[in-house]
């Protein structure tokens, strides 16, 4: 059995702690009295009298808002054009593309998810700004996951100074300066991001 390296252990040890993360949210879903159903959040009926009971109404909300804060809302909605722009080329470009490669395209549903407005104590304000924070964060994790892929496809180099964030991928890349090691390190790669390197697994699966 081949050791694991000090990149593999520490990718190993993030899974850890994602699956610790995980099992922390389903205590607190637990706490919070609600369930998934076949993706679809269910409360319990008291507890969603309760969150209603709670809900701001909007005329009050919209009465203790800031002028600036409405005022600026059209330049942040604005920007719904450019992402779903985003979101069309960048999804015709896995479709077109991915295929040619041999690579797994990337499932837009395990990265947008779209499930806020089911909570009764958010007013219709409140949960069209949920909707559009949910689609857009979540189109931005999509895209950062297609165009990792692509990354680790053309070019799995690390960079010589440190990165403020990086994918999933980046830490298998190969090391800056690592000549000999480049196209070994290249072939391994694309071995991961393809159809056969990513069956089966989950998102988070990724980083092993």
């Not at 009298?49 to 109404?57: E, G, I």
């Not at 559009?132 to 165009?147: D, F, M, R």
Request: positive net charge; glycine residues 6%.
């Amino acid at each position: 059995m081949t050791t694991p390296t000090p990149s593999e252990k520490l990718l190993i040890r993030i899974r850890e702690l994602q699956d610790e993360l995980e099992a922390e949210f389903h205590r607190r879903r637990k706490e919070f009295r609600y369930q998934l159903d076949n993706g679809r959040v269910v409360f319990e009926a008291e507890i969603r009298k309760q969150h209603r009971a709670l809900r701001v109404r909007l005329s009050t909300f919209l009465r203790h808002t800031r002028p600036m804060v409405v005022l600026t809302a059209p330049v942040i909605y604005a920007l719904i054009v450019p992402f779903v722009l985003l979101d069309l080329f960048v999804t015709l470009y896995q479709r077109i593309c991915f295929p040619v490669y041999g690579g797994e395209r990337v499932k837009r549903a395990d990265f947008i998810r779209v499930d806020r407005h089911h909570l009764a104590y958010l007013n219709g304000l409140q949960k069209l700004n949920c909707i559009y924070c949910g689609y857009c964060n979540g189109l931005i994790g999509y895209v950062q996951e297609i165009a990792g892929r692509t990354e680790a496809y053309w070019c799995p180099i690390k960079h010589a100074a440190r990165v403020g964030t990086h994918h999933a991928y980046y830490a298998q890349f190969v090391d800056y300066g690592d000549a000999e090691g480049f196209e070994a390190g290249l072939q391994a790669s694309r071995k991961r991001i393809t159809k056969a390197g990513l069956s089966g697994l989950q998102p988070d699966d990724r980083f092993l």
